[in-house]
Each structure stands twice: as structure tokens, then as C-alpha cells.
């Protein structure tokens, strides 16, 4: 068994050319679903992820949220390892909120395609501003 001093270590953590195996596991994360075991029940799950951050285009300093989403499946249900590897693709891109909870919306609609699902997305007060994005989505409406 090798042993790696600090002096490796250290320079294998800057060098910024290999990436982590788990930024490549979040770089290649896609929304995954699978069969819903009750087709036909209407019935709500509710996922909650506390550790949403994404950066402001403008400025660039980080922003962090909480996410509520709550849906109704139809058909497909979707993975949770692989939305929680979808959610931390957008912690280094510049993105608004209102941007963010929308197109966050519109890839789980067309992964899941649920009969109704709302995201909220509560945002950690910078500047003295708290913001929450609310977005809707039903089946049939646009």
C-alpha cells in the first residue's frame, strides 16, 4: 500500500486539469425515471433539497435555495440519486433565480411528464432580499 504526503496531495488538489471523480458523475448526471408502481392513484410526492446553489450572472457571487418540489406522477416516477446529480449541475453556472426554478421545471416535465408539479425554489436573503420562485406546471395546460 502507498502512502501519498501532503506535498502530493496538495498539488494533486490544484491541479484544476483532472477533474474529480465527482464533479464527472455531476457533469454526466441526467434525469432518470422509472415505471410508476400505481398508475392510475393519484398521489403526491413531496422532495425537498437544501443545498441548491447556482451563481448570479451579474456579480457572480454564489446564491443558495431550498427546493420544494411536489408532484403528481402519471406514468414515470423520477430517480432520486439522479435528480440530487441533476440539481448540483447548476452550482457553477450563472444563472438567474427566476431562470433556475423555470428551466428546472421544464426538464423535470419533459423527464416525467407528472400530471401536476410545482417547484419552489426559497432563496437565501443576499443584500438584505429574500426570494421565492414559485412555478406550475399541470398536464394538458401550458
Given at each position: 500500500m502507498s502512502q501519498v504526503t501532503n506535498t502530493e496531495a496538495s498539488n494533486h488538489e490544484s491541479d484544476s486539469s483532472t477533474m474529480k471523480y465527482g464533479e464527472r458523475i455531476i457533469e454526466e448526471g441526467e434525469l432518470i425515471t422509472f415505471p410508476n408502481p400505481r398508475i392510475g392513484r393519484r398521489y403526491?410526492?413531496?422532495i425537498t433539497l437544501p443545498e441548491f446553489t447556482c451563481k448570479c450572472p451579474f456579480s457572480g457571487y454564489p446564491d443558495f435555495a431550498t427546493l420544494y418540489?411536489?408532484?403528481i406522477?402519471?406514468?414515470k416516477v423520477v430517480e432520486l440519486k439522479a435528480l440530487k446529480l441533476y440539481i448540483?449541475?447548476?452550482r457553477d453556472r450563472y444563472i438567474s433565480h427566476e431562470e433556475s426554478i423555470n428551466q428546472i421545471l421544464d426538464?423535470?416535465?419533459a423527464a416525467c411528464d407528472p400530471l401536476e408539479v410545482t417547484l419552489k425554489g426559497d432563496f437565501n436573503p443576499r443584500g438584505n432580499v429574500h426570494t421565492v420562485i414559485e412555478?406550475?406546471?399541470r398536464k394538458g395546460e401550458n
Open positions: 403526491d410526492i413531496n418540489l411536489t408532484y406522477p402519471d406514468e448540483n449541475r447548476y426538464d423535470f416535465v412555478v406550475r406546471h
